[in-house]
């Protein structure tokens, strides 16, 4: 008896298992739709903000040095030069009423603002001390420096430089630059290849002897 009940109730399941199976044949099975996924755009690199600090190491330092004392005497200083005035030329410079081939392009994108730092930035630098290479010079230099040369209607260099050769705010300061760089202005101002206001420089360089720049030049470069 329980043998038979057995039996029926396992041929039960198989019948119902055929079924199962026959319904699974009949329909195929569904793909499971695709799962949605938000692409993530990737936000742009912000630009590092462009610095004081980068400007001078990109544009002024290998010729003024990052402090402002430059390496090589053909290259003024810039250390303690004063604000307005480093400002003015840089001006000219990207106007090009005061034309150089290497200054001029490199001022030529830079803001008002610009040009701002970085004079700021050079003017606080500590100046470059005084140096002396030829002391046979000073003695000379000193006298047109602090007197000029009555004969040849010269005017004292302290009126505008001050006696200490630190200027005043629209007229550079002078102590401690490099006395060839100075010969060098000194002959662009004689030549025409370099303005300043009412033609002041101009016409004191033209009444200047060879000996005399020579000898004021290496005086400024003494000076602290």
């Known amino acids: 008896m329980r043998f038979d009940r057995l039996i029926a109730i396992t041929g039960g399941m198989l019948f119902f298992a055929g079924i199962t199976l026959a319904i699974a044949a009949a329909e195929p099975v569904k793909p499971l739709p695709p799962v949605k996924t938000e692409s993530v755009k990737a936000e742009p690199a912000q630009a590092a903000p462009v610095t004081t600090a980068s400007m001078v190491e990109s544009l002024c330092a290998g010729c003024h040095g990052m402090d402002g004392i430059s390496p090589a005497s053909s290259f003024p200083h810039l250390a303690g030069q004063h604000t307005d005035y480093l400002l003015h030329e840089m001006e000219l410079y990207k106007s090009k009423k005061r034309d150089n081939e290497t200054m001029s392009p490199l001022v030529q994108d830079l803001s008002a603002q610009d040009l701002a730092k970085?004079?700021?930035?050079?003017?606080k630098q500590k100046p470059a001390p005084g140096a002396v290479?030829?002391?046979?010079?000073?003695?000379?230099?000193?006298?047109?420096?602090?007197?000029?040369?009555?004969?040849?209607?010269?005017?004292?260099?302290?009126?505008?430089?001050?006696?200490?050769?630190?200027?005043?705010?629209?007229?550079?300061?002078?102590?401690?630059?490099?006395?060839?760089?100075?010969?060098?202005?000194?002959?662009?101002?004689?030549?025409?290849?370099?303005?300043?206001?009412?033609?002041?420089m101009p016409n004191i360089a033209k009444r200047l002897t060879e000996a005399e720049i020579k000898a004021v030049a290496e005086y400024m470069a003494s000076m602290n």
């Open 118 to 123: 970085l004079a700021a930035y050079f003017s």
């Open 133 to 200: 290479n030829n002391p046979e010079l000073l003695a000379l230099g000193k006298k047109i420096y602090l007197q000029g040369n009555s004969d040849s209607a010269v005017p004292p260099c302290d009126i505008c430089h001050a006696q200490d050769g630190h200027g005043i705010p629209h007229f550079p300061r002078v102590a401690g630059q490099y006395a060839d760089y100075t010969i060098e202005q000194f002959s662009l101002y004689a030549q025409g290849g370099r303005k300043s206001p009412n033609n002041i």
